[in-house]
């Protein structure tokens, strides 16, 4: 059974700390995502990976950076954590095919991050 | 630029069709996905569509494209309270890795 977890599923820090969220994925998939989820903003994506060492910037990365050192496993880590960062991330991972069957992405379960 | 929306909420009684709809902005997307979220569970995939295709039938599931629009909508037949859940449509350009999902439309069945 495929299998993408997080590392937790709840985390709550202070402002001005900093954060890191684990992702691994047992499919030995290329691409790798990191979303946060907020109500009626629906999924944004803050950076991706598709190869090791590889990052891109998604649509929201200020705040956050990545880091992607073994395929199986992607970092976001929060720099200096604000209250404005507190919401759901979404790790997900996907095959590089050209295939669209084989572009599903994987998602794990979440972590619920607060910033008090 | 590449929005996708789509209606925050919408509520059917158990037995009834639901239909969610889903409008995106981007002509050159090739590829359009349904994701279903659960409560407290990551996004699984429940169907998809090519770009080139007006419709897909996968069970109680039907998926209609209005390409000209940039429409696209889901149908659940005989909506169940298993169906209670938040669904997202996402579209992805052909060649790309990313894929751009909309706001999530929050479904509730009433029993």
């Known amino acids: 059974d495929v299998k993408v977890t997080q590392s937790s599923r709840y985390l709550v820090k202070r402002t001005g700390e900093k954060v890191f969220l684990e992702c691994v994925q047992d499919?030995?998939?290329?691409?790798m995502f990191w979303y946060r989820q907020d109500p009626g903003l629906g999924l944004r994506l803050i950076y991706f990976?598709?190869?090791?060492?590889?990052?891109e910037k998604g649509d929201i990365p200020e705040g956050y950076s990545v880091s992607r050192e073994k395929k199986e496993r992607f970092s976001l880590i929060l720099e200096s954590a604000s209250t404005n960062q507190t919401s759901m991330y979404l790790c997900?991972?996907?095959?590089?095919?050209?295939?669209?069957?084989?572009?599903?992405?994987?998602f794990g379960p979440g972590t619920r991050l607060t910033v008090l | 630029g590449e929005d996708v929306e789509q209606s925050l909420f919408l509520s059917v009684r158990e037995g009834d069709s639901s239909v969610i709809n889903c409008t995106y902005t981007d002509s050159s997307s090739t590829y359009l996905y349904w994701y279903k979220q659960e409560p407290g569970a990551g996004l699984q995939l429940l169907t998809y569509?090519?770009?080139?295709?007006d419709m897909k039938q996968d069970q109680r599931l039907t998926v209609l494209l209005n390409k000209k629009d940039k429409h696209l909508s889901l149908r659940i037949a005989d909506t169940q309270t298993g169906d209670s859940a938040i669904y997202f449509c996402?579209?992805?350009?052909?060649?790309?890795?990313?894929?751009?999902f909309g706001t999530g439309t929050k479904l509730q069945v009433i029993p």
């Open positions: 996402a579209e992805r350009k052909g060649g790309y890795q990313k894929v751009t």
């Open positions: 990976s598709y190869d090791v060492k590889m990052k």
């Open positions: 499919m030995d998939h290329e691409n």
């Open positions: 997900a991972s996907s095959p590089r095919t050209g295939r669209v069957g084989d572009n599903e992405q994987f």
């Open positions: 569509i090519f770009s080139n295709m």
